[in-house]
């Protein structure tokens, strides 16, 4: 039954894809949701506008030189204003909230993600890097503290749904799909001259600049493979990738009698996004509809491992265990970073990971501090490699 009271939602990262969509989810449901507290990394003036709007508690902006900025422009009203990353772990553990929508990109989600984990918050996740950073660590709190982990990702967002109420019936293997991106069937040749423009263009879907270029590469569909591992409690062996370039089907789960269930739709993160939010209910929308009329056809095919070899790198870290996700993770922010800024060439960011993962140092059973400081010592390392590739 909904509750009588709006449940209070701490969104980090809201001036970003998830982060606006999000609002637009609790804007079409006022009542049910109540904003305590917004965070934006550089976007002052954006995150200005959501305060006024929403009127929460709290706001932090990441960039602490725009801390006046933000001060000054919301004097009138009483959000208290902070600053710098630490704030943004401090919020998210706060008592006024009952869920934590964590919409961040990259590693900069995993220190408030635990600290809200610990603080016993239900956890919204679109940031998978957490999980692709410190999977069994997050898995290990989530149970010790008792609380709920709900997938934002539209793929992962897709399983859980199809596992609800098949609590008895063990996974024989999950399916993830993949668009194949805007570069599906390029050859090797072709994508040593492509551009950031052109790379940026998702067929599908409408993200940030990271996700989008991960999703070129085929790097996203590696880290939510290392993401469904630990949302699932799967083995290496029972994550399959297929690529479906229309987007409908937004993955599959397989049980062990062999009947595979679906979930499918439009390719809209606000649904993915109100789901998590409002569950266990579903809540009423009023997004587009989907018609099979209108998509007479959906195909499949493999992903191409050979010329993508993003996706086979993140497998393997994946198998490898210990820090070496956490390595992988912070070679492609940096290589993708790079790549944004013409340093590399798009077929230089696996190269750039490839050689991450061989030259920073192994740990099989890292803690919270080694996690930290094997994306500082990867950072550094691919720093000097960018300057080398």
């Known amino acids: 039954m909904f509750s009588s009271h709006p449940k209070r939602v701490t ?179 072709q994508l040593a001259t492509v551009t950031k423009a052109q790379a940026l263009k998702h067929p599908n879907w409408d993200m940030g600049a990271k996700i989008t270029i991960d999703s070129a590469s085929l790097m996203n569909k590696g880290l939510e493979v290392i993401e469904a591992k630990w949302l699932f409690n799967l083995t290496d062996e029972q994550i399959d990738v297929v690529v479906h370039p229309q987007s409908i089907i937004h993955s599959l789960v397989q049980f062990e009698d062999g009947s595979l269930k679906a979930q499918l739709g439009l390719p809209d993160m606000k649904l993915p996004i109100q789901y998590a939010l409002g569950f266990p209910e579903r809540l009423p929308s009023s997004f587009p509809r989907f018609s099979f009329l209108d998509y007479p056809q959906l195909t499949f095919e493999q992903p191409d491992r050979t010329t993508f070899r993003n996706l086979p790198l993140a497998f393997e870290a994946m198998r490898r265990g210990g820090n070496a996700p956490c390595i992988l993770n912070a070679a492609n922010e940096i290589a993708v970073a790079g790549f944004l800024r013409d340093e590399l060439g798009f077929l230089q960011m696996p190269d750039l990971v490839e050689s991450c993962l061989t030259k920073v140092s192994y740990l099989a059973n890292p803690s919270l501090d080694d996690y930290v400081l094997t994306d500082q010592e990867t950072r550094r390392v691919a720093q000097e490699l960018v300057k080398q590739l």
């Open 11 to 189: 969104l980090l990262g809201s001036t970003g894809s998830i982060g606006t969509q999000a609002l637009d989810v609790i804007r079409a449901h006022p009542g049910r949701f109540t904003v305590t507290a917004l965070s934006a990394q550089s976007n002052a003036n954006l995150l200005v506008q959501q305060a006024r709007e929403f009127q929460p508690a709290v706001v932090v902006i990441g960039d602490e030189a725009k801390y006046v900025t933000v001060k000054s422009a919301l004097a009138a009203q009483p959000t208290e204003v902070l600053a710098g990353a630490a704030a943004l772990a401090d919020v998210a553990g706060r008592d006024d909230a009952d869920v934590v929508l964590t919409a961040m990109v990259g590693y900069a989600g995993l220190l408030p993600t635990v600290r809200a984990i610990r603080a016993g918050k239900t956890i919204a996740l679109a940031n998978k890097e957490t999980l692709v950073v410190a999977g069994q660590l997050i898995t290990q709190l989530v149970k010790e503290h008792g609380v709920g982990l709900y997938p934002v990702d539209s793929e992962h967002s897709a399983i859980f749904q199809c596992l609800v109420g098949e609590e008895r019936n063990p996974i024989e293997k999950i399916i993830l799909t993949a668009s194949g991106g805007p570069f599906r069937g390029r050859t090797a040749e």
